[in-house]
């Protein structure tokens, strides 16, 4: 699957976190503010491991979820980076012909080990609504 060419992180309302490799991460700006309240510690070991997963290294169960279900429309892979008790929702995706993880939700006091069920479903939900919003083309 892949946004139409002429589509760009703008269209999709998106911001870089990290660019490494011919592969990024971006965050959807809904979420960013979020995401800048984490304290320099968090954000920065967060940017390692983006680094890292642009760079197409192999990350350990505690950097990253390769599998936190599929959404329920589209049948899209959610993921999620993590680093301390947060979590970082996301889908791999072509966007101007560039691997990118998007980043659509995140959960930033993981209390438990196992992962929220209502965050779980809004995270998928918004990959589908994502997709259908933004007249991405399948397979």
């Known amino acids: 699957m892949s946004i139409p ?3 760009s992180l703008e269209h999709i309302e998106c911001d870089v ?3 490494y490799s011919g592969a990024r991460v971006v965050i959807r700006r809904v979420i960013r503010k979020a995401y800048d309240e984490l304290d320099f510690q968090k954000q920065n ?11 197409g ?4 169960p505690e950097m990253f ?3 936190e279900g599929r959404s329920p429309r589209h049948n899209v892979m959610l993921q999620a980076f ?13 966007v101007d012909d560039k691997r990118t993880f998007i980043i659509v939700d ?3 006091d993981k209390t438990q080990n196992k992962a929220d069920p209502k965050i779980l479903k809004r995270a998928k939900s918004r990959i589908d609504d994502l997709l259908d919003e933004k007249g991405t083309k399948g397979n």
């Open 45 to 55: 070991r967060f940017i390692r491991i983006m680094k890292a997963w642009c760079e």
């Open 17 to 19: 976190l990290a660019e």
């Open 106 to 108: 995140a959960d930033l």
């Open 65 to 67: 979820n390769y599998s």
């Open 57 to 60: 290294d192999k990350l350990t």
């Open 5 to 7: 060419k002429d589509d």
């Open 82 to 94: 993590k680093a301390f008790k947060v979590r970082l929702y996301g889908f791999q995706f072509a």
